[in-house]
């Protein structure tokens, strides 16, 4: 006498084992899917009560049903499938993903964009449940941000160009996580500082395409994590500390001010000046007869401190070239030698060296007629 049991998601999935007993007589509970039995050679419903003898074999779903309880009490053998694998539920959530994006009114309608403010918003509850440290409602909000990954990957589906599926998603995460961390994933042992040195040196790869070092940063994330970001972003390529901008430093919040959207505003100006500046100093290392389009060989790569000063715009529009050449520069005369001159540029003053007239260019500023602020 044997009781096999089989998997409730997967019935039609049976072990190895109990294939040729399936082909005698076997009894099956009330709860498998008739299409199970009837591709059977000789099952039969089971009948409680002591209606009917038993067959040899018992086939069911449920682990809790009287019958096999009793059965397995009784000590007949049980074949069954394996326990369940983590993630085994995902496949469920993701055919409900399935279903009500093909029959749900509201759902069919929805689009990336229209999803938004719900990823938006589901992401803050779950970031609130995490800082709350309530371990039921931090499950129920990664499940309600699973949601929103699985809703996205669907309708990507039906994307007419550059579809994807919700296992191309799963595939892209697996790929990079074994590139970024092979040596755990292999086995090896490794300390955390190696492991972080390992991660950033692989992610740096991964970006070699970028064109600026503010490249793929997300702007639509909150002005104070779009500053934090950028300023790492910034620093880490090299830019001086004191050509950042106060204005993404320091925040000022007053009732009559938008303190977010001007943060933002300031951010964005400052992403553009870096780009800005990454092109100059991209031209200043390219030959003169050389078209920037045909001069790829070499990406910008690492910039040092005196290109980021040499190619920074001056404050309030005054542009002040130091043209760094033998005839004005040299071992014996070195340019933190040169006495210099102060400029007064309104509310800022700063000192350059001193040059030659000839070998300095002021550019006029684009100023308000309400500005007081005169290039000196």
């Known amino acids: 006498m044997t009781v096999i049991l089989v998997d409730p998601r997967r019935p039609s999935l049976v072990p190895v084992e109990a294939v040729e007993l399936l082909g005698g007589e ?17 099952a039969r419903p089971l009948f409680t009560g002591g209606q009917d003898a038993p067959a040899p074999v018992l086939l069911s779903s449920d682990r809790q049903h009287p019958e096999v309880r009793a059965r397995l009490a009784a000590g007949e053998r049980l074949i069954a499938v394996p326990d ?41 509850e779950l970031f609130d449940a995490v800082r709350g440290g309530n371990l039921q409602e931090l499950r129920d909000e990664l499940g309600d941000v699973l949601l929103q990954v699985l809703f996205h990957a669907r309708i990507a589906e039906e994307a007419q160009r550059d579809s994807f ?26 300390s955390l500082e190696d492991q972080l040195a390992q991660w950033e040196e692989r992610k740096s790869l991964e970006t070699s395409t970028r064109v600026s070092c503010v490249d793929d940063v997300p702007t639509g994330q909150p002005a104070l994590a779009l500053a934090q ?19 993404i ?23 553009d000046t870096v780009r800005a500046v990454e092109r100059a100093i991209e031209a200043s290392r390219r030959a003169a007869d050389v078209p920037s389009q045909l001069d790829t060989a070499a990406p910008l790569g690492a910039v040092s401190e005196q290109e980021w000063r040499r190619h920074w715009p001056a404050p309030h529009g005054v542009s002040v070239e130091l043209p760094l050449v033998p005839e004005l520069i040299s071992e014996d005369d070195p340019l933190d030698d040169v006495d210099t001159v102060h400029i007064d540029s309104g509310d800022e003053e700063f000192d350059v060296p001193e040059l030659a007239v000839d070998d300095v260019e002021l550019v006029e500023p684009e100023l308000d007629q309400s500005s007081s602020v005169e290039p000196q």
């Open 26 to 42: 076997v009894q099956y509970t009330e709860e498998m899917p008739i299409k199970v039995p009837w591709s059977l050679p000789s």
């Open 229 to 247: 970001k950028v300023i790492a972003r910034v620093r880490n390529a090299g830019l001086p500390a004191e050509l950042i901008p106060a204005s």
């Open 84 to 124: 369940p694998q983590p993630g085994e539920r995902l496949v469920d959530a993701v055919a409900i993903m399935d279903r009500l994006r093909t029959a749900g009114p509201w759902e069919s309608e929805q689009t990336h964009d229209s999803l938004r403010r719900y990823l938006l918003e589901e992401t803050y």
């Open 165 to 190: 599926t919700i296992d191309d998603v799963a595939d892209a995460l697996v790929r990079k996580l074994g590139n970024r961390v092979p040596a755990v994933l292999a086995g090896e042992s490794i």
């Open 249 to 271: 430093v320091t925040v000022t919040v007053a009732a009559e001010k938008d303190a977010e959207n001007e943060l933002r505003t300031a951010l964005l100006e400052f992403m």
